[in-house]
Nanobody, 113 residues
Framework: QVQFVESGGGLVQPGGSLRLSCVTSGFTFSSYAINWYRQSQQKERELVAAIASFGDNTIYADSVKGRFTISRDNAKSTAYLQMDNMKREEKAVYYC??????RGQGTKVPVSS
């Protein structure tokens, strides 16, 4: 059974940091690229970052370059998203996905002072 479980969300102040985790099971994690998306009520779904199967290639949305870092631990079947210097408009539900495999329910990240 394929599972994605995100965690690490929570209230953060503008300028603050959070580290999200995505623990997966039920498929060969190391064979797939991992994506982090975010979705808010005000905006369409946005690809935040992605990482290749062995972590040797990453891409970021222009809006998060230099502030967010995606990483993975294939031994733990887990992906991470380190978010620094967060902005108020980045309030959203953040979730991880694997193309053609599935996605998690997401973790809420409110950004407020």
């Amino acid at each position: 059974q394929v599972q994605f479980v995100e965690s690490g969300g929570g209230l953060v102040q503008p300028g603050g940091s959070l580290r999200l985790s995505c623990v997966t099971s039920g498929f060969t994690f190391s064979s797939y690229a991992i994506n982090w998306y975010r979705q808010s009520q005000q905006k369409e779904r946005e690809l935040v970052a992605a990482i290749a199967s062995f972590g040797d290639n990453t891409i970021y949305a222009d809006s998060v370059k230099g502030r967010f870092t995606i990483s993975r631990d294939n031994a733990k079947s887990t992906a991470y998203l380190q978010m620094d210097n967060m902005k108020r408009e980045e309030k959203a539900v953040y979730y991880c996905t694997v193309e053609s495999v599935g996605r998690g329910q997401g973790t809420k990240v409110p950004v407020s002072s």
